[in-house]
């Protein structure tokens, strides 16, 4: 691990100095040999700090028009979510982090800062034309951009982690039925209304403040963050509610899951599988967590969607995953069925609440379940989300009582789909739509 300092880069900015601050105050004093000797010039206005060279977008050039028909707001310095309740700002987090070289990026739902180093584009077909679409989408935008590149710089990296961003949010918000503008606008003119559909506090799902997203390459930086701003030193990605500043944070290093995340396909799974946990946390507001076979079974299903080759898995501080390479889980999945207790049975997944005893083939149920659910239809998942997701009792307060209850209630009203019945009516889908092998 690289140990980096902690002390604070102290940077140079241009300004007056004593002396023409001393000429400046003798020189509003009047005269006494000559009242009518006229003043001094003014002293020029500070010139506004250089930036070093690997801040300068080769995109863009850093151009105000070019960031606003990129769909970014701001390259920085930004608020950054927060340190227990003192906001944090990136220019403090290019301080602390003084070594490590990180590109800030602004977008209409987050607040991105990636570390990613450059990364040549391998030669094997499928990842070359993944990356060939999506360079093509971000030309559309960024017009310099080479969507043919054999290699992405940092820079190009990190355009495509916030247009990867963005476009998650867009198929969350399709996928929950909603649009920006069902979200209260201003926080601070949220009152509670007995009667009316909650929607959270803020604008962004129903949260305060933007989505975060910071990437790091090396392990070192990615753990003096986790330690100097969430208080854990911890090797594994994380996902982080910043309670008193209403944001909630993915924060990841290429070098964490043993270095797999270096593949920029990885990284784009890894932001699939977490991000979209954020934002489904977030919907009407974080208030409570979801139980477990939703939140993951969500999160392997928007990642599957992307490459099946790159899976992650959520697990507790004290108990490590159960991880396989095995990628084709619809053939795993339905030969799972063909043997009873190879898995959980849903009356009892559907009870979880931490991923302590969940094992490899839990995962492939829970994410197959989910890929049962959402095979019928938008209307019914949006009907069963609403009912589990921003529960509020009369007077808009959290309300998570009984909470697996309340999932119980809502598989029958949405789906009808008694839970005891579940596996069954889940088992035919499987053999009718899976192969064998």
């Not at 241009?14 to 002396?19: L, R, V």
């Not at 020029?44 to 700090?49: C, L, S, V």
């Not at 579940?422 to 053999?431: G, L, N, P, S, Y």
Request: aromatic share 12%; with cysteine.
């Amino acid at each position: 691990m690289i140990a980096f300092s902690h002390s604070r880069a102290v940077r140079r900015t241009a300004s007056t100095t004593c002396a023409a601050l001393l000429a400046l105050g003798l020189a509003s004093a009047p005269s006494a040999q000559n009242d009518s000797k006229p003043a001094p010039a003014p002293t020029a206005p500070a010139k506004p700090e250089k930036l070093p060279k690997w801040r300068i977008d080769p995109y863009t050039k850093n151009d105000p028009a070019a960031l606003a028909k990129a769909g970014y707001e701001s390259y920085g310095p930004f608020a950054f979510g927060a340190k227990a309740d003192k906001p944090v700002t990136t220019t403090e987090l290019d301080n602390v982090l003084e070594h490590t070289e990180i590109l800030w990026i602004e977008t209409k739902h987050f607040r991105i800062g990636s570390n990613l180093p450059a990364w040549t584009v391998p030669m094997d077909p499928e990842t070359r034309g993944k990356i060939r679409r999506e360079l093509e989408l971000l030309q559309t935008k960024l017009p310099t951009v080479n969507p043919k590149a054999r290699a992405l710089d940092p820079w190009l990296r990190a355009h495509l982690m916030a247009q990867r961003c963005e476009g998650l949010y867009a198929e969350v918000q399709a996928l929950f039925g909603v649009k920006d503008e069902d979200f209260p606008a201003d926080p601070a003119q949220v009152i509670r209304q007995p009667g009316k559909r909650y929607m959270g506090h803020g604008p962004y799902l129903g949260m305060k403040q933007k989505y975060l997203v910071l990437m790091f390459d090396r392990i070192g930086p990615f753990r003096q963050y986790l330690k100097d701003y969430i208080g854990r030193d911890q090797k594994y990605p994380q996902r982080w509610h910043l309670k008193e500043d209403s944001s909630i944070l993915f924060a990841v290093a290429t070098e964490c899951d043993d270095g797999h995340l270096k593949h920029d396909t990885a990284m784009h799974c890894a932001l699939a599988f977490n991000v979209g946990q954020n934002l489904l946390d977030g919907f009407r507001y974080y208030s409570y967590d979801l139980p477990v076979w939703i939140r993951e079974g969500f999160g392997h299903w928007l990642l599957r969607r992307i490459d099946p080759k790159w899976n992650q898995f959520d697990q507790n501080e004290g108990s490590v995953a159960e991880m396989k390479t095995t990628s084709r889980w619809e053939p795993y999945c339905r030969n799972l069925l063909a043997t009873p207790g190879k898995f959980a049975p849903f009356p009892e997944a559907y009870t979880w609440r931490d991923f302590g005893s969940i094992t490899f083939n839990d995962h492939v149920a829970i994410w197959s379940r989910m890929d049962w659910l959402m095979s019928q239809g938008p209307e019914k998942w949006q009907k069963f989300l609403f009912l589990v997701k921003g529960r509020v009792d009369a007077q808009w307060f959290p309300d998570q009582n009984d909470l697996v209850g309340a999932t119980r209630d809502a598989l029958q009203q949405a789906y009808g789909i008694p839970v005891l019945d579940f596996d069954r009516r889940w088992a035919e889908w499987v053999k009718a739509n899976y192969p064998s092998q």
